[in-house]
């Protein structure tokens, strides 16, 4: 009876250990797709950017307007929104379940279409989900600094 209560404690032990480590992944692989992104909405790419975004994206900007994951896709290949660069800090990723809650703040050049060359500084919220194995853009929200 000892014996086997040892085997369970053990066992008990070891998953609590391991989850930690699945967090950790998790963290590190929402923190992965993050980056693609950054870089995809810099060097626009349709099949990076649409194995990344959700079909069910709600992309809100620091203007208030909303995006569906076409529109958001689009906008970047048409260069309605043109970014020349994009830096993110002060970033704060956190795992819940299959879903990730990513935080930080965007500073970056722009260029948009009929506009003059601009910067932004935005505070981000962002929600990714893990559809089918694989981390994906759900929803995110930018406000104005």
Not at 18 to 33: E, F, G, K, L, Y
Not at 125 to 133: E, P, R, T, V
Request: with cysteine; glycine share 6%; proline share 2%.
């Amino acid at each position: 009876m000892f014996n086997k209560i040892l085997l369970i404690v053990a066992f008990c032990a070891l998953g609590a250990m391991a989850q930690p480590a699945c967090a950790q992944d998790a963290t590190a692989a929402v923190t992965t797709a993050v980056e693609k992104l950054r870089v995809a909405m810099v060097t626009p790419d349709k099949a990076v950017l649409s194995g990344l975004v959700a079909e069910e994206l709600s992309y809100g900007h620091s203007d208030g307007h909303l995006n569906t994951k076409d529109v958001f896709i689009s906008d970047l290949l048409e260069g309605v929104s043109h970014f020349l660069s994009i830096d993110l800090t002060e970033q704060t990723v956190r795992v819940v379940g299959d879903c990730a809650i990513v935080r930080h703040i965007l500073s970056g050049a722009t260029h948009d279409k009929g506009k003059p060359e601009g910067t932004v500084k935005l505070k981000v919220l962002m929600i990714w989900q893990k559809q089918a194995g694989e981390w994906k853009l759900l929803a995110r929200q930018a406000v104005r600094i």
